[in-house]
């Protein structure tokens, strides 16, 4: 799938944190308590900050279509992202709207 210049990839950083420590709750509410989204997914949670990236602009990416492009921008699937809270192709199960804040 070609990018469809949406954005919203570049409006939120995603990661995901293996349970590192019996104080798993702790963390998790650290984040939330910051305005990130969390998603608790048993033996590891995910959460997603809520930043754009520095190189969109009004106009959208000044990258998109130039070499400094970095190949994880370049790699990025929309369609596979189970996190974007707009991504047309996840709205079935609708997974970003369980995130609890």
């Known amino acids: ?13 995603v990661f995901h944190i293996e349970t ?5 709750q ?5 984040y939330r308590a910051r305005g990130c989204k969390v998603q608790d997914m048993g033996a590891s949670f995910s959460v997603a900050v809520p930043t754009v990236c520095p190189s969109m602009t009004q106009s959208g990416c000044i990258l998109h279509n130039t070499s400094l ?6 790699e990025y699937r929309c369609e596979d992202d189970k996190f974007l809270p707009n991504n047309p192709s996840t709205r079935k199960d609708d997974k970003w709207n369980q995130m609890k804040n």
Do not use: I, S
């Open 69 to 74: 492009k970095p190949k994880v921008c370049r």
């Open 26 to 30: 702790d963390v998790m509410a650290f």
């Open 20 to 24: 590192l420590t019996k104080d798993k």
């Open 1 to 13: 799938m070609e990018c469809n210049g949406c954005t919203e990839c570049c409006k939120w950083l």
